[in-house]
Structure formats: structure tokens, C-alpha cells
Nanobody, 119 residues
Framework: QVQLVESGGGLVQPGGSLTLSCKASGTNFLAYEMGWHRQAPGKQRELVAVISRNGATNYTDSLKARFAISRDLSADTVYLRMNSLTPEDTAVYYC?????????????WGQGTQVTVSS
């Protein structure tokens, strides 16, 4: 069983920054891609950014200038640095991992961490 544990969400003022973390844990797995999605109230969940094991990244174009995704392979952890936050960035941020577990493809979602941008 693989688990994703997110941390780093909270309340931040407009223009501020936050860094989210997501650690994958379990046995007999490989996370070949990890990333972040978000869901704002009343909206569909959307991709924020993903990163593969070789470091290749993919972002939603509108966020690329302000957000940066990175990962620590040795710790099975992915990070999302968010800068110049606006109230429109308020959402629940979900970690996602595309996995190989026991030789089979799988995927996992975290429970989500709330990010609120407000003065």
C-alpha cells in the first residue's frame, strides 16, 4: 500500500509564497511521475504541474511563471513552490503519483491540502 502525505498548506496574504510537500511511502513501489493538481470551490480539478523521474516537467501555462515543481528522488518527495500568490490560487491542492507497484501500473492521490490566499 502506497500513501501520499501532503504538507505545507495554509493561509497566506496576496503576493506571498508557500511551498507544498508530498511524500510517498510504502513498500515495493516506484513513483515514476509525481505532481500537483488543484480544485477551487465550484470548479473542476485542474493540473498544476508534474515532474518525472528524469526531471522533465510539465506545467499549466498560466502558472509556469509563478510556480516551480521539484522532487527529491531519494526521499520520494515532490515539492511545489508557489510565488506571487493571488486569491485566485485559493484551492485544495492534491498530490498525485503515477506508480509501479509490485510490477503493475497504478496511481495514488493524496488527501489534499488547503491553500487560502487572503488578506
Amino acid at each position: 500500500q502506497v500513501q501520499l502525505v501532503e504538507s505545507g498548506g495554509g493561509l497566506v496574504q496576496p503576493g506571498g509564497s508557500l511551498t507544498l510537500s508530498c511524500k510517498a511511502s510504502g513498500t515495493n513501489f516506484l513513483a515514476y511521475e509525481m505532481g500537483w493538481h488543484r480544485q477551487a470551490p465550484g470548479k473542476q480539478r485542474e493540473l498544476v504541474a508534474v515532474i518525472s523521474r528524469n526531471g522533465a516537467t510539465n506545467y499549466t501555462d498560466s502558472l509556469k511563471a509563478r510556480f516551480a515543481i521539484s522532487r527529491d528522488l531519494s526521499a520520494d518527495t515532490v515539492y511545489l513552490r508557489m510565488n506571487s500568490l493571488t486569491p485566485e490560487d485559493t484551492a485544495v491542492y492534491y498530490c498525485h503519483a503515477a506508480l509501479i507497484v509490485g510490477g503493475r501500473l497504478s496511481d495514488k492521490w493524496g488527501q489534499g491540502t488547503q491553500v487560502t490566499v487572503s488578506s
